[in-house]
């Protein structure tokens, strides 16, 4: 199980940086809105049929039990989720793909400190060093070319990103451990399932009675929107089985990788340039990666 987890990021952080991309450029045809629910449309029959697979692969006699705090859990998860991802798409509008999302991994030095002052968690000195050698990286990365392109505006959306996503990631665990009696794969798959089964509802209602458009713009790219879902479904099968593993700042820190990803999808595939800052945190996100890991 010692490595478990780290594949499990290492695979959430690939699928999350491609799912990123194929954000971005359906965010040029579909409103914040529509590139939000493409996240979920097409992951909640994939994760019904993971589901599904697991149990019948891997089958279990006990039966899962679900209580208020679990249902409390998953509601405000999926609602700072979609919050989130919102923020995530109006960041592609502010900076270049590789910032916004350098931004938004803010996420994992702000789940550390909410971790500590809110659920008592605990983090050893060598945790703490490379969660705060993270967060120096997200720093370099989020002032591009230098100050000169430094928005203030970006910094406040890439936190409120960073700090949603942080939310979403630590109550993901909090539900997660309310699934006592089942093995972590399966309490993974049910939070999994419960948490996008919750996202999609929504969204269908509000875009269903007020924006009908947007759905119509998502259908004429249903192509593009079923990569978004088959990534995101992916990456958060990833995430929420690690953090069912490990402690959320642990499992964000080591997923900083991500942004390695995402620079090398910047740069090949969108053909955007690099600032010499980006590349040292790039190699600096590499050392937290390790230091969490021998932590």
């Not at 039966?63 to 592609?92: D, E, G, W």
């Amino acid at each position: 199980m010692g490595v478990t987890w780290i594949l499990f990021t290492l695979m959430a952080a690939f699928m999350q940086a491609w799912r990123n991309a194929f954000q971005k450029q359906l965010s040029t045809t579909v409103d914040v809105y529509g590139v939000t629910l493409a996240r979920f449309i097409f992951a909640l029959p994939l994760a019904f049929i993971y589901i599904v697979s697991l149990y019948h692969f891997q089958p279990i006699v006990e039966v899962v039990h679900f209580n208020p705090r679990f249902a409390t859990y998953i509601f405000i998860a999926a609602i700072s989720q979609i919050a989130a991802t919102a923020l995530m798409v109006q960041l592609f509008k502010q900076k270049n793909y590789a910032i916004g999302v350098g931004l938004a991994k803010s996420e994992a030095i702000l789940a550390a400190i909410v971790a500590v002052i809110f659920l008592s968690d605990h983090l050893s000195i060598l945790g703490w060093v490379g969660v705060v050698i993270g967060g120096f990286a997200v720093f370099l990365m989020s002032k591009g070319r230098g100050f000169s392109d430094f928005s203030l505006q970006t910094l406040c959306i890439g936190i409120g990103s960073g700090l949603c996503f942080a939310i979403t990631s630590l109550l993901v665990r909090e539900a997660s451990l309310e699934l006592t009696n089942l093995p972590f794969i399966h309490r993974a798959a049910w939070v999994l399932i419960c948490v996008i089964g919750t996202q999609c509802s929504l969204l269908l209602i509000y875009l269903g009675i007020f924006r009908r458009v947007t759905l119509w713009a998502m259908w004429q790219r249903v192509g593009l929107t079923f990569r978004v879902s088959l990534c995101s479904f992916l990456a958060s099968l990833g995430w929420f089985s690690a953090m069912s593993m490990q402690s959320v700042p642990i499992v964000k820190t080591l997923g900083q990788v991500e942004i390695i990803f995402s620079m090398l999808i910047s740069a090949f595939f969108f053909k955007e340039k690099l600032a010499r800052a980006e590349h040292l945190g790039i190699i600096l996100v590499v050392i937290a990666a390790f230091l969490v890991i021998w932590a």
